[in-house]
Nanobody, 133 residues
């Protein structure tokens, strides 16, 4: 069973930074694709950034230039570095993951799919980020 656990959320002032972490644990697979989403009250869940099994990255236009996704492969950990935070960034940030058992196999043909249409099998509970003005 794969487990996904986020951490690093909190309350900050506008303009400050936060780094979120997501640890994926469970069985050992060939590779993971992982992504960050956020849920803002009253809005649809939004895909922010993702990494496929080959290390390719996509970031949503809405946060490009402020949010950076990265990973520590050996520790199966995904990060989201968030800078210049705004009150409208307030929400629950959720990590999603999927696995591949065949070496070299990617999760998606098109990297942007990982933040839009891709159907992840594993989701974390989310971590709250609150940005005050």
């Amino acid at each position: 069973q794969v487990h996904v656990v986020e951490s690093g959320g909190g309350s900050v002032q506008a303009g400050e930074s936060l780094r979120l972490s997501c640890v994926v644990s469970g069985y050992t697979y060939s590779g993971y694709c992982m992504a960050w989403f956020r849920q803002i009250p009253g809005k649809e869940r939004e895909g922010l950034a993702a990494i496929d099994t080959d290390g390719s990255v996509t970031t949503a236009d809405s946060v490009k230039g402020r949010f950076t996704i990265s990973q520590h492969n050996a520790e199966n950990t995904l990060y989201l570095q968030m800078t210049s935070l705004k009150p409208e960034d307030t929400g629950v940030y959720i990590c999603a993951a999927d696995v591949r058992t065949i070496p070299g196999e990617k999760c998606a043909e098109t990297i942007k799919d990982l933040t839009t249409t891709y159907d992840y099998n594993y989701w974390g509970q989310g971590t709250q980020v609150t940005v005050s003005s």
